[in-house]
Every structure is written in structure tokens, then in C-alpha cells.
């Protein structure tokens, strides 16, 4: 099973950038459709009794086909910062949790994916390394706080060792906390060139927007202390979606967690 999912990773990260390149260089419908179905032949093995992946699918692909184009803002403007109903904490709380040797996860499922909300929710990874913490996304900036910066402490971490975050795509569910990370612990944002193109022409408040910082390429290798993740650009969800690879730590065994987006698998 996890073979599985490594192999329809490493697929959907072929297609998801091979599908948008196709339907707008051509720009076609017809031209993309063939690496659609291919995707989808992938995620959905029934006769292996294989878990069903087609919502991954969905997420990566369908995104990239929209009129508008991935990761296209909304059209009506989100309300200010200081209108917005921040939703009740049992509503997003999770307690922190360690996953492997080195990965934690560090909520939550919420119900605002963005403002104003709407179904959905949000996930933060904790790499750590000898030299310090990578996160991979932040949530949103009142669960930050508590998710993070205390979660960490309750795992029994320093938040203050945050060296990186990964924003893996230009969605407040992913990005919002980042600039409370970026000003409390004075860590490395980074994101690909597109999707922070997203965020300077985005209509949410500039007050949860990061500053400009570092700029992730396709196959770019980030390495801190003893541990290297490795970014790759795939396109789709938003204009420049990054998906990761992460070395995991079992007691003496090694995995890889391919994090596409935000949902990881190992």
C-alpha cells in the first residue's frame, strides 16, 4: 500500500504539470484530456482493492481546467480583518500528535478554509532535523498561536527552532498563520514564484500576508542540518502548487512522505 502511494505520487506529479501545460499551451480542452484520464486511471485501481484516491485527483486536477485558471482569487473581496467571525475553538482545535521520529502533525480539521468560511480545513507537518524545525503550511493566523507555537511545546519542541516554512499552495488555509510565524520566530517563508504573484494580487488582508521571502524552484533541495526535503512545482491547485518529499525516521527504518499540496503520503 505505501509503495502505492509513492508510485501514484510520483504520476500525479508528472500530470500535474504536464495537464496545465498541455491545456494552455494548445489551449484545449482535447489536449489535456488524455493526461486526465491517465491521472484518474491512477488514482482509482478497484480491481487491486486499492484505496480510492480520486479526490486527490479531483483536487490536483480539476483546479487547473477551471475558466478562470487555477487558483484564481474569488470574486467577491473578502471582508476586513477586523469584521471577520473567527470560528469557535472546538471547532478547529486539535491536539498536536507525533507521527514518526521526526514528523508531527500539528492540526487541525477545521470548518473555514477562508474568508468568509466555508467547509474545509487545514493541516501543518513538523519536520524536525538537528539544526531546527521545517514546517510544511501554517493554518490560519488566530490557530497559529495554539496550534503551533503552543502544540509545539506540549510535543515537547521549541518553537522558537523554526527555520523554515513551506507554504505548499496560495490559500489562506494554508498561508494565513505564516506571518505570525515569520514574526514571532523570524523563520524563512518560502513559496514558488506564481503563487506568491498570487498573494500580492490577492484581495485578502495584508495583515496576515507574509512578506516576499524566499522562492521555491521545481526540484529545489532544502536542507537543514541532517535533513534534506526536496520541492517540486505542481501546478494546478494554484498556479505554482508545491509538493514535497520528506525522509522519514521509524526507530531504525526509513520512509519517504509525499506531501502533494497539503495531504501527505507515505
Known amino acids: 500500500m505505501k509503495g502505492y502511494h509513492l508510485r501514484l505520487f510520483w504520476i500525479l506529479l508528472l500530470l500535474g504539470i504536464t495537464i496545465p501545460r498541455a491545456a494552455y499551451a494548445q489551449g484545449s480542452m482535447a489536449a489535456a484530456q488524455p493526461h486526465l484520464d491517465k491521472a484518474k486511471a491512477a488514482a482509482w485501481r478497484p480491481a487491486d482493492g486499492l484505496n480510492d ?18 487558483g484564481e482569487p474569488p470574486d467577491q473581496a473578502p ?6 467571525k473567527v470560528p469557535p475553538r472546538a471547532d478547529w482545535y486539535q491536539e498536536p500528535a507525533k507521527v514518526f521520529d521526526n514528523l508531527y502533525w500539528l492540526g487541525s480539521w477545521g470548518t473555514a478554509s477562508r474568508i468568509p468560511p466555508n467547509p474545509g480545513g487545514d493541516s501543518t507537518w513538523a519536520v524536525t532535523t538537528s539544526e531546527g524545525i521545517i514546517l510544511i503550511d501554517s493554518g490560519y493566523d488566530y490557530s497559529a498561536p495554539v496550534l503551533i507555537g503552543e502544540g509545539l511545546k506540549k510535543l ?14 496560495a490559500h489562506g488555509d494554508r498561508y494565513f498563520g505564516s506571518r505570525y510565524i515569520q514574526d514571532a520566530y523570524h523563520a524563512h517563508i518560502i513559496m514558488s514564484e506564481k503563487d506568491w504573484d498570487v498573494l500580492a494580487k490577492s484581495d ?35 498556479p ?12 531504525n527504518q526509513r520512509h519517504v512522505g509525499a506531501v502533494w499540496g497539503a495531504s501527505i503520503r507515505v
Not at 53 to 70: D, F, I, R
Not at 79 to 84: G, K, N, V, W
Not at 220 to 226: H, N, P, Q, S
Open 53 to 70: 484516491l480520486t479526490h486527490l485527483y479531483e483536487v490536483v486536477c480539476a483546479p487547473a481546467l477551471s475558466p478562470k485558471g487555477p
Open 79 to 84: 471582508p476586513p480583518l477586523s469584521e471577520r
Open 156 to 169: 515537547g519542541l521549541d518553537p522558537a527552532q523554526i527555520k523554515y516554512v513551506v507554504l505548499s499552495h
Open 204 to 238: 485578502e488582508p495584508n495583515e496576515i500576508k507574509p512578506k516576499k521571502d524566499m522562492i521555491a524552484t521545481d526540484g529545489m533541495k532544502l536542507t537543514l542540518g541532517d535533513t534534506t526535503l526536496t520541492l517540486y512545482l505542481t501546478p494546478g491547485h494554484t
Open 240 to 251: 505554482g502548487t508545491i509538493s514535497t518529499l520528506v525522509p522519514l525516521k521509524d526507530g
